[in-house]
């Protein structure tokens, strides 16, 4: 017996159904971008390390354990290449070696597309998942992270996703992320003990990341902490509270969580998430925030950024694994050779009228053909024996209304089209 085989942990494959619903949710998204003023840009799978370490930090989950590396090929590459884990520090990198700065001060970008995370996998967590992605490069203005929460929020809204929670919260800039940072670790320093052996590394190298760990034991000394505003500067705090306002101005329904940090460590100011409880634990369906000192972090100028991305595969499990099945229009049976090379020329003509049709390719009798028919969904089927061809006919069945009749050659199109239209 040879060998079979299983894709790889942590892949999906969607079948039809499933890549019609993806498709679904995909044009649905490019149309609300479209409405929000955004552009769409396809970037590469591969990256260099760097974009990722340096961007997204090198203590961050996604960089330090799941960076999926794929051999140096030549010498004149001086980082290793990956697999982008993430949408945002590559968009920065299109953004800085293009000198887009200098073409405009403000850039409205969406992306969908696959990234990679050598993660462990469970439900709703996958080494190889899908993005919709965006990002508004250019302004600091709390207009702009209003509009992407509530972007964030249309799409989701418009694809169905009813069940959902935003939660935002304000970081501050980075003294007073630093500030805030110094205080936690103070805290957590006197229970280090019991927290999980992760957090307690976090304690030196990222205390915020403890916020974000979803062990039991340290959630529940999280919970001890009640963070607050403290940390936030009065420009910062206005700025935050600027945000809450626009969004409730826009009735988009939030919590403000002091416990949201986020794990990718170039956040700053707004943070936020969306959360359905339908998930189970990988509850997150998006997330995002602004992320004003990365584009200086990865070599170019002084530039404020907000953004966010929507996980494909966690808003079709929202949706309820829901499958879109897409039926044809019209199968084309037959009964004898002659019939079908008669038929096989018809199946042509219709998608030429784009008319979507199939026909059997099986050799199947007329009642399997039926079967089959029904199968796909199609509304008529065109029946095409050895009496028809002979009188340059066929039969037409529509098969919502059950009725059928013979029609001549040359008035299918017509007679068609027009009990479609009905
Ligand atoms: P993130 O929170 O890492 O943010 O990912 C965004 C969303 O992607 C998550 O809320 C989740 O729905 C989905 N997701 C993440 N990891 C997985 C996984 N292993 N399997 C399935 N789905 C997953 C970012 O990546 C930022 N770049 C978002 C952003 C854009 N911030 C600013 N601009």
């Given amino acids: 017996m040879k060998k079979t085989y299983t894709g790889v942990r942590g892949t999906s494959d969607f079948i039809p159904g499933q890549a019609n619903l993806f498709n679904h949710i995909a044009t649905t998204s490019r149309r609300i971008f479209k409405t929000f003023a955004y552009e769409e840009i396809i970037l590469p799978i591969l990256e260099e390390e760097g974009v990722f370490s340096r961007g997204v930090g090198a203590t961050s989950d996604i960089v330090e354990k799941q960076m999926f590396k794929i051999a140096r090929r030549s010498e004149e590459v001086t980082d290793d290449i990956v697999l982008r884990p993430e949408g945002t520090a590559q968009v920065v990198r299109f953004y800085l070696e293009n000198s887009l700065f ?122 001890s902490l009640h963070p607050g505003q403290s940390h936030l500067c009065q420009s910062c705090k206005k700025k935050f509270d600027d945000v809450c306002r626009l969004l409730s101005d826009l009735g988009v329904t939030y919590v403000h969580d002091p416990y949201l940090v986020r794990g990718l460590d170039y956040y700053t100011n707004t943070v936020f998430e969306i959360t359905s409880s339908s998930l189970g634990t990988q509850d997150a369906i998006g997330a995002g925030g602004r992320y004003n000192n990365l584009i200086s972090a990865l070599g170019g100028p002084e ?19 829901q499958e879109k099945k897409e039926a044809i229009d019209v199968f084309v049976a037959t009964l004898g050779e002659a019939a079908v090379n008669e038929g096989f020329k018809l199946l042509q003509k219709l998608r030429s009228e784009r008319i979507a049709c199939d026909t059997d390719y099986c050799s199947k009798s007329l009642k399997g053909q039926l079967r089959y028919a029904e199968k796909k969904g199609a509304q008529f089927v065109i029946i095409i024996g050895e009496e028809e061809l002979k009188e340059g006919s066929v039969v037409l069945k529509n098969m919502n209304a059950s009725t059928q009749e013979k029609i001549k050659n040359e008035e299918l199109i017509v007679g068609l089209k027009n009990q479609m239209r009905l």
């Avoid at 009813?162 to 320093?189: H, M």
């Avoid at 052996?197 to 403890?210: A, G, S, T, W």
């Avoid at 907000?306 to 949706?319: D, K, Q, S, T, V």
């Fill in 303 to 321: 530039i404020p950024a907000i953004g966010f991305a929507l996980g494909f595969e966690r808003i079709m499990l929202a949706l309820g694994e």
């Fill in 102 to 223: 200098k073409q405009s001060d403000f850039h409205k970008f969406f992306y969908i597309g696959p990234m990679f995370r050598g993660e462990r996998p469970q439900k709703g967590r996958l080494r190889q998942f899908h993005h919709i992605g965006s990002e508004a490069i250019g302004s600091d203005s709390p207009a702009i992270d209003a509009e992407m929460i509530s972007l964030a929020m249309t799409i989701l809204d418009a694809v169905g996703v009813t069940q959902k929670k935003l939660k935002i919260n304000s970081l501050g800039c980075a003294p007073d992320k630093e500030k805030f940072a110094l205080a936690l670790k103070e805290a957590l320093a006197k229970r280090k003990n019991e927290l999980c052996p992760d957090c307690q590394r976090r304690i030196e190298k990222n205390p915020l990341r403890v916020l974000d760990c979803k062990q039991e034991t340290c959630r529940a000394i999280v919970a």
